[in-house]
């Protein structure tokens, strides 16, 4: 079982990330001298859950050849549970100082909560809807959508539409999620305080671990029974189903295992964050997801989470130093990498390295 | 200051000019030299137009209403200027001669001239002369008298004007002079404009009830918003309650129609939006099967190409600004048109067969195109001018229209019919065809069909171009245009079905006008994300679309 999950690229990756995950809090909070900055580790901790959601998008873009261009809405969504959750954890800290209502409620005038927000002042049940909603909405969304056989780049422009459609949606005020500002002045999560070293160490290692799990969930999936199917889908549906598979069940079932991830990734994202807003929504963020499993490498999900933090360590370091530049590498990167590394980064390297293996034992034999 | 010193001769009253022979002696000359020029009415005797001007330095505030009304009724040509220059402050009494001089709107200093006879007397000197005072109660009297007296004008838009405001101000006083102009009236278009008015005059006055019934009818029959506003204050009136009632209700059934049409009309606009920037999108998908997700950003090169083109007019050729578009436009063709071939020929050639890749590197270059534009322009809006003849709007019925939505309607239109020229009647547009509807064959019958991918997806770019100098006379210009419009016109195309002008055409016109029925309902936003949920849920029922393309290309 545990060989069937880890192989060489896996073991590597999870070693880096349980040293990543073991030497930031230390190097944060004990080491003298703060080698590693707060605001280091809560950007490490974005890239992680960015990583957990390119891994998410992998899962069906690169097993199943479903190219969702709306997964930024799963992620969002779910970051918009965990903020529903942490905004009701305020309580009457808020600058209206409202004992229930979140303060841009009460800057509207409203007079109780909405039904939608019930609950949600438990993280239990925010953590669960966290995975129900997005999944809810993948399922219904995917149900309609691969039952009647919507495929390739309609699939991709109708995920498009509805990451849109719910970015228009969360930006109205009167859906009772903030309006354009989203949720955002959290105090604490589960008692913690947001603003200590401490909690955001915690949250790190969660996003870490997180991470992992979704890797070996996402690995357990594709290496089973069940993912040779969805290869099988991916290469040719239709003898797919002509085999005799239900090819849409095999699809909504990992579309909305898939969104769930991304939803998880989004709950941690916004406490890391401290803010979480429609613009998360945008179809431009989902599909900047897609050039993260592309460049790390389709198909190989470590491949994509690291895909993931190259991207987004770039942009941290490009936006600082030359911002004009940024647009043109992410477009180049688009460009490049469709055009010149099929395969992604990972893919590359493994070839390179599987040529420099082979030849000495061509010229032994 | 003025005032003390000038409250001796004041007392003479009327017989001001009567006071200084020079100043009588001259107005009596230039009434002899004028009456002859004048129309026949200014020649009355006794209240001749020169001598009511004459006299009106003097008197109360009530004298000089009368003798505004008086100088109204004489029809006299100037008689408009005067007014005018009266209700502006802008009369004056020369003291040393006594003259009346108008002193001009404009000019520093500004010059006067004199208010009979129009003779120019140089600079004016505030202090040389006296002003001929108003209150507000006179100016309003003037403002009617101006009214009645462009009801003679002899240009029929003064005429029409002098109607609308006389039924805007629905005095019974007017009713007269309503009457007499009603009588001389030979344009039927102000003829109902001045029987309207006098239906609201008779409305508001105190004739007899068959009269008012019949006003009513006329204004039943105006339907407007502004008759509903003559009637509604006699909704209560026991006589006239029924009636009014009836008018009420066929007027605002007449408004709803009017409503929707507007509706309509506002959806159309949309839809030729829509079209123009989705039937490029709709040409390279069709054909090649390529998404192109930087078509939004040759649309945005268009309009900036439209910006250049008017700057360039702006600083070396100011006269033809009025043709700036014409020029952009075929510009803007060319300019997109080729971006579009080097991307086929450097990006998308490449990655044929491969629909999902060729949307990740087309988007790749719509960033790069953005960061481009945003380098060189700037990243604010540009200011992009509408040519005289695009500016303003008119009225259709009981609605407004805008000559810029006009104009792009017909230029979308336009476009369209010359693609499906191109497409049905020409050389290329049958190897395109051939292409969309088996490559393989069409390549085994002697087609390039390298070529023509590269002249197809060139095409469907220059048409962004050409949609881009459409947009930029109604949106902002920004390195942000081809993004607010790439989800709306990829909807367009899935839903009329790839491939299809006749899709496109349908696909826009229809989410135009559903979009546009539904605001007023739901508002802006949520009629849009209902039209997206809506095309979500229809993508369902017909994956490819209202018009698919049907035969082996489609699994292709």
């Given at each position: 079982?545990?060989?069937?999950?880890?192989?060489?690229?896996?073991?590597?990756?999870?070693?880096?990330?349980?040293?990543?995950?073991?030497?930031?809090?230390?190097?944060?909070?004990?080491?003298?001298?703060?080698?590693?900055?707060?605001?280091?580790?809560?950007?490490?901790?974005?890239?992680?859950?960015?990583?957990?959601?390119?891994?998410?998008?992998?899962?069906?873009?690169?097993?199943?050849?479903?190219?969702?261009?709306?997964?930024?809405?799963?992620?969002?969504?779910?970051?918009?549970?965990?903020?529903?959750?942490?905004?009701?954890?305020?309580?009457?800290?808020?600058?209206?100082?409202?004992?229930?209502?979140p303060?841009?409620?009460?800057?509207?005038?409203?007079?109780?909560?909405?039904?939608?927000?019930?609950?949600?002042?438990?993280?239990?049940?925010?953590?669960?809807?966290?995975?129900?909603?997005?999944g809810?909405?993948?399922?219904?969304?995917?149900?309609?959508?691969?039952?009647?056989?919507?495929?390739?780049?309609?699939?991709?422009i109708?995920?498009?539409?509805?990451t849109?459609?719910?970015?228009?949606?969360?930006?109205?005020?009167?859906?009772?999620f903030?309006?354009?500002?989203?949720?955002?002045?959290?105090?604490?999560?589960?008692?913690?305080?947001?603003?200590?070293?401490?909690?955001?160490?915690?949250?790190?290692?969660?996003?870490?671990?997180?991470?992992?799990?979704?890797?070996?969930?996402?690995?357990?999936?594709?290496?089973?029974?069940?993912?040779?199917?969805?290869?099988?889908?991916?290469?040719?549906?239709?003898?797919?189903?002509?085999?005799?598979?239900?090819?849409?069940?095999?699809?909504?079932?990992?579309?909305?295992?898939?969104?769930?991830?991304?939803?998880?990734?989004?709950?941690i994202?916004?406490?890391?964050?401290?803010?979480?807003?429609?613009?998360?929504?945008?179809?431009?963020?989902?599909?900047?997801?897609?050039?993260?499993?592309?460049?790390?490498?389709?198909?190989?999900?470590?491949?994509?989470?690291?895909?993931?933090?190259?991207?987004?360590?770039?942009?941290?370091?490009?936006?600082?130093?030359?911002?004009?530049?940024?647009?043109?590498?992410?477009?180049?990167?688009?460009?490049?990498?469709?055009?010149?590394?099929?395969?992604?980064?990972?893919?590359?390297?493994?070839?390179?390295?599987?040529?420099?293996?082979?030849?000495?034992?061509?010229?032994?034999? | 200051?003025?005032?003390?010193?000038?409250?001796?001769?004041?007392?003479?009253?009327?017989?001001?000019?009567?006071?200084?022979?020079?100043?009588?002696?001259?107005?009596?000359?230039?009434?002899?030299?004028?009456?002859?020029?004048?129309?026949?009415?200014?020649?009355?005797?006794?209240?001749?137009?020169?001598?009511?001007?004459?006299?009106?330095?003097?008197?109360?505030?009530?004298?000089?209403?009368?003798?505004?009304?008086?100088?109204?009724?004489?029809?006299?040509?100037?008689?408009?200027?005067?007014?005018?220059?009266?209700?502006?402050?802008?009369?004056?009494?020369?003291?040393?001669?006594?003259?009346?001089?108008?002193?001009?709107?404009?000019?520093?200093p500004?010059?006067?001239s004199?208010?009979?006879?129009?003779?120019?007397?140089?600079?004016?000197?505030?202090?040389?002369?006296?002003?001929?005072?108003?209150?507000?109660?006179?100016?309003?009297?003037?403002?009617t008298?101006?009214?009645?007296?462009?009801?003679?004008?002899?240009?029929?838009?003064?005429?029409?004007?002098?109607?609308?405001a006389?039924?805007?101000?629905?005095?019974?006083?007017?009713?007269e002079?309503?009457?007499?102009?009603?009588?001389?009236?030979?344009?039927?278009?102000?003829?109902?404009?001045?029987?309207?008015?006098?239906?609201?005059?008779?409305?508001?006055?105190?004739?007899?009830?068959?009269?008012?019934?019949?006003?009513?009818?006329?204004?039943?029959?105006?339907?407007?918003?502004?008759?509903?506003?003559?009637l509604?204050?006699?909704?209560?009136?026991?006589?006239?309650?029924g009636?009014?009632?009836?008018?009420?209700?066929?007027?605002?059934?007449?408004?709803?129609l009017?409503?929707?049409?507007?509706?309509?009309?506002?959806?159309?606009?949309?839809?030729?939006?829509?079209?123009?920037?989705?039937?490029?999108?709709?040409?390279?998908?069709?054909?090649?099967?390529?998404?192109?997700?930087a078509?939004?950003?040759?649309?945005?090169?268009?309009?900036?190409?439209?910006?250049?083109?008017?700057?360039?007019?702006?600083?070396?050729?100011?006269?033809?600004?009025?043709?700036?578009?014409?020029?952009?436009?075929?510009?803007?063709?060319?300019?997109?048109?080729?971006?579009?071939?080097?991307?086929?020929?450097?990006?998308?050639?490449?990655?044929?067969?491969?629909?999902?890749?060729?949307?990740?590197?087309?988007?790749?270059?719509?960033?790069?195109?953005?960061?481009?534009?945003?380098?060189?322009?700037?990243?604010?809006?540009?200011?992009?001018?509408?040519?005289?003849?695009?500016?303003?709007?008119f009225?259709?019925?009981?609605?407004?229209?805008t000559?810029?939505?006009?104009?792009?309607?017909?230029?979308?239109?336009?476009?369209?019919?010359?693609?499906?020229?191109?497409?049905?009647?020409?050389?290329?547009?049958?190897?395109?065809?051939?292409?969309?509807?088996?490559?393989?064959?069409?390549?085994?019958?002697?087609?390039?069909?390298?070529?023509?991918d590269?002249?197809?997806?060139?095409l469907?770019?220059?048409?962004?171009?050409?949609?881009?100098?459409?947009?930029?006379?109604i949106?902002?210009?920004?390195?942000?245009?081809?993004?607010?419009?790439?989800?709306?016109?990829?909807?367009?195309?899935?839903?009329?079905?790839?491939?299809?002008?006749?899709?496109?055409?349908?696909?826009?016109?229809?989410?135009?006008?559903?979009?546009?029925?539904?605001?007023?309902?739901?508002?802006?936003?949520?009629?849009?994300?209902?039209?997206?949920?809506?095309?979500?849920?229809?993508?369902?029922?017909?994956?490819?679309?209202?018009?698919?393309?049907?035969?082996?290309?489609v699994?292709?």
């Amino acid at each position: 079982m545990l060989a069937r999950l880890i192989d060489t690229r896996m073991a590597v990756f999870l070693a880096v990330l349980f040293v990543l995950t073991v030497a930031v809090p230390l190097g944060n909070l004990v080491i003298a001298g703060q080698p590693v900055p707060s605001y280091v580790v809560a950007l490490l901790g974005k890239y992680l859950t960015y990583a957990l959601l390119a891994v998410a998008l992998d899962l069906v873009w690169g097993y199943c050849g479903i190219l969702s261009l709306g997964h930024g809405a799963f992620f969002a969504l779910g970051g918009y549970a965990m903020g529903m959750h942490l905004m009701r954890e305020i309580g009457p800290r808020g600058v209206y100082g409202d004992p229930v209502l979140p303060d841009f409620m009460v800057f509207l005038n409203w007079k109780e909560l909405p039904w939608f927000w019930l609950g949600f002042d438990s993280f239990w049940f925010a953590a669960l809807m966290v995975m129900v909603v997005p999944g809810a909405l993948a399922f219904v969304f995917g149900w309609f959508a691969f039952r009647s056989r919507v495929t390739g780049v309609y699939l991709s422009i109708i995920t498009q539409a509805m990451t849109y459609a719910l970015m228009l949606a969360f930006f109205r005020n009167e859906m009772g999620f903030g309006g354009n500002n989203g949720l955002t002045d959290f105090k604490d999560i589960l008692g913690f305080d947001l603003q200590a070293d401490t909690t955001r160490a915690g949250l790190f290692v969660a996003a870490a671990v997180a991470l992992a799990a979704g890797l070996l969930l996402a690995r357990y999936i594709t290496t089973s029974k069940l993912g040779k199917v969805l290869v099988a889908i991916r290469d040719a549906e239709s003898r797919t189903r002509f085999l005799g598979y239900r090819v849409e069940a095999f699809k909504l079932f990992v579309f909305v295992v898939s969104a769930m991830m991304a939803g998880v990734a989004g709950a941690i994202y916004t406490p890391l964050v401290g803010i979480i807003n429609p613009g998360e929504f945008s179809p431009a963020n989902s599909i900047e997801i897609v050039i993260w499993v592309a460049l790390g490498g389709r198909g190989t999900l470590v491949g994509a989470a690291m895909g993931a933090i190259i991207v987004a360590l770039s942009r941290t370091l490009l936006t600082s130093w030359f911002p004009e530049l940024w647009l043109f590498a992410l477009g180049g990167m688009f460009i490049l990498v469709t055009l010149v590394l099929p395969q992604g980064i990972l893919g590359a390297v493994e070839a390179g390295l599987r040529r420099v293996r082979r030849r000495p034992r061509e010229a032994a034999a | 200051m003025i005032f003390t010193r000038q409250s001796a001769p004041r007392g003479g009253e009327a017989a001001g000019p009567g006071r200084c022979p020079v100043a009588w002696a001259l107005t009596l000359a230039l009434v002899v030299i004028l009456g002859l020029l004048a129309p026949p009415q200014a020649r009355a005797a006794s209240d001749s137009f020169e001598s009511l001007v004459a006299a009106l330095a003097g008197g109360s505030y009530s004298d000089r209403a009368k003798l505004v009304a008086k100088i109204a009724q004489t029809g006299d040509p100037r008689a408009l200027g005067l007014l005018e220059a009266l209700t502006d402050g802008r009369l004056y009494q020369r003291k040393s001669d006594k003259r009346i001089v108008t002193v001009a709107a404009s000019g520093k200093p500004p010059g006067m001239s004199d208010a009979i006879t129009g003779e120019d007397l140089g600079v004016f000197n505030k202090r040389a002369a006296k002003k001929v005072k108003v209150n507000n109660s006179l100016r309003r009297k003037i403002r009617t008298a101006i009214g009645l007296l462009s009801l003679t004008s002899s240009d029929a838009q003064d005429r029409l004007k002098a109607a609308q405001a006389a039924f805007a101000s629905g005095d019974p006083a007017q009713l007269e002079a309503l009457d007499a102009a009603l009588s001389a009236e030979s344009d039927r278009g102000v003829a109902t404009a001045l029987a309207e008015a006098r239906a609201v005059a008779i409305l508001n006055s105190k004739t007899g009830l068959a009269e008012k019934q019949a006003a009513i009818t006329v204004l039943k029959q105006r339907g407007d918003r502004d008759a509903q506003a003559a009637l509604s204050p006699f909704r209560d009136d026991p006589a006239l309650a029924g009636a009014v009632a009836v008018a009420l209700r066929s007027i605002e059934e007449r408004q709803a129609l009017w409503g929707m049409a507007q509706n309509v009309w506002y959806g159309l606009s949309l839809g030729s939006v829509l079209l123009l920037a989705a039937i490029g999108l709709a040409i390279t998908f069709g054909v090649m099967g390529v998404i192109n997700m930087a078509h939004g950003e040759l649309v945005m090169l268009g309009a900036y190409t439209t910006f250049a083109v008017q700057e360039a007019i702006r600083t070396s050729a100011p006269g033809l600004f009025d043709w700036s578009l014409l020029i952009a436009a075929p510009l803007a063709f060319v300019v997109a048109g080729t971006v579009g071939v080097v991307i086929e020929r450097g990006v998308v050639r490449h990655l044929y067969g491969r629909p999902l890749e060729t949307l990740l590197a087309t988007w790749g270059i719509s960033l790069m195109l953005q960061q481009a534009v945003r380098s060189i322009f700037g990243p604010n809006n540009r200011e992009v001018g509408n040519p005289g003849w695009m500016s303003g709007a008119f009225e259709l019925g009981g609605m407004t229209i805008t000559w810029n939505r006009l104009w792009i309607l017909i230029f979308a239109l336009m476009v369209f019919v010359g693609l499906l020229f191109l497409l049905r009647r020409t050389a290329m547009g049958l190897q395109m065809r051939a292409v969309t509807q088996n490559r393989p064959m069409a390549a085994e019958m002697g087609i390039n069909t390298g070529r023509v991918d590269a002249l197809t997806f060139g095409l469907g770019a220059g048409i962004g171009g050409l949609a881009g100098v459409a947009l930029s006379q109604i949106d902002n210009v920004s390195p942000n245009l081809g993004q607010s419009y790439i989800v709306d016109s990829f909807m367009v195309v899935v839903f009329g079905g790839a491939g299809n002008l006749w899709g496109a055409l349908a696909g826009a016109f229809t989410l135009g006008v559903a979009n546009k029925f539904l605001e007023p309902f739901a508002g802006a936003v949520l009629a849009k994300i209902l039209v997206l949920v809506f095309i979500i849920l229809f993508i369902q029922k017909r994956p490819r679309g209202l018009f698919a393309l049907r035969g082996r290309a489609v699994e292709a």
